[in-house]
């Protein structure tokens, strides 16, 4: 191959690699701001949090953007491998950020080893929660409260009773026992038949929660996460708390580290590389770049140092 050659397919991979990086860099602003909802306390973060990953779960543009984000992080991981590679073989083509070796950061010349190092967190993250709640044939708890429900006490006289519901994706709840797992028929109860005989008996009867129903229970997602960091034994949806969360927490804010560090020389270089570049330009981007950098992994490490620390 000429030199010009792979000078051109080094700038292609590089063109490209930028555009990756950049299009990951919104993901992590979509998935914080997500995330971020599990530190709203009590039950409202904890409806809010499976409100949201049912969302993403179910949305047919957000399941586009998912693969989006997929085939993004393997051709940006295949690309920065197969640049080393070239920059090793060859002459050393680096970004058209960086300036000669002495003027360089460690992060910047390090590049495809955090680079790998953020590639086993995600391997490994996706494992802890994405394959758990999308793949896993364990079967996954459901979002469950304590509220009201219209029951007959003795005497044929309606009163509200607490007792435990299953949250539903109607937002309304149902007693546990008629809850309709998804892709799994679990109903005892036919609830036409409690209202008529509620209806009979009391016509102007309103419960303080909504009426029974049968519907799809929301995924306890929330419940897996803080189950994942946390170290309380108890655990209400019925799932035990990890015995190494420590260690879980350590690697996920070790892992946030090394992206603050990946993204403190990517976030600017990508910009480079893309021809957005420029004596005003480039100092901006830069700064830009460590704030995004900084700010963004820091907030991600929070969640699992706060799970840690509350439950
Ligand atoms: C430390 C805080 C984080 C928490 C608590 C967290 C939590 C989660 C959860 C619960 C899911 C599963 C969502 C679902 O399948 O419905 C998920 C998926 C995912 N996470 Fe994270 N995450 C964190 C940080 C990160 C970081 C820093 C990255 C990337 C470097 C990342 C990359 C991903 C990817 C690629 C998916 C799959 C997304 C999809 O299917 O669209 N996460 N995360």
Not at 132 to 153: G, I
Not at 216 to 240: M, Q, R, W
Not at 265 to 280: D, I, P, R, T, W
Request: charged share 15%; net charge positive.
């Amino acid at each position: 191959m000429s030199k010009s050659a792979i000078l051109s397919s080094s700038i292609a991979k590089k063109w490209w690699m930028a555009l990756t990086g950049l299009f990951l860099c919104l993901f992590l602003v979509g998935h914080l701001v997500g995330n971020l909802q599990l530190l709203i306390p009590g039950v409202a973060g904890k409806r809010a949090f499976n409100e949201y990953a049912f969302f993403m779960a179910t949305n047919p543009a957000i399941k586009l953007l998912s693969y989006l984000t997929y085939i993004s992080i393997l051709f940006h991981a295949i690309d920065g491998i197969m640049l080393t590679i070239q920059n090793k073989k060859a002459r050393p083509v680096k970004y058209a950020y960086e300036r000669p070796e002495k003027n360089s950061k460690w992060y910047s010349r390090s590049m495809a080893i955090l680079g790998t190092l953020i590639l086993v967190f995600i391997a490994t993250h996706m494992q802890n929660f994405w394959w758990k709640a999308k793949y896993s044939s364990e079967s996954f708890p459901l979002h469950k409260e304590v509220l009201y429900d219209p029951t007959m006490a003795e005497g044929n006289k309606v009163v509200d009773e607490e007792v435990e519901a299953y949250y539903t994706t109607q937002g309304s709840y149902i007693p546990v026992s008629q809850v309709e797992v998804k892709n799994k028929t679990e109903l005892y109860q036919s609830t036409a038949a409690i209202k008529e005989q509620i209806a009979q008996i009391d016509p102007s009867y309103q419960s303080k929660g909504d009426n029974p129903k049968v519907a799809v229970a929301y995924k306890d997602l929330h419940s897996v996460v803080y189950a994942f960091f946390g170290v309380d034994k108890t655990n209400e949806a019925g799932i035990g708390a990890n015995s190494l969360a420590i260690a879980a927490v350590v690697f996920y804010v070790f892992s946030m580290l090394v992206l603050a560090y990946h993204l403190m020389h990517g976030f600017a270089s990508a910009f480079q590389s893309l021809g957005l570049n420029g004596k005003k330009f480039t100092p901006a981007i830069k700064l830009i770049g460590n704030i995004f950098a900084i700010v963004v992994p820091a907030l991600f490490a929070m969640i699992p140092v706060y799970i840690f620390l509350t439950k």
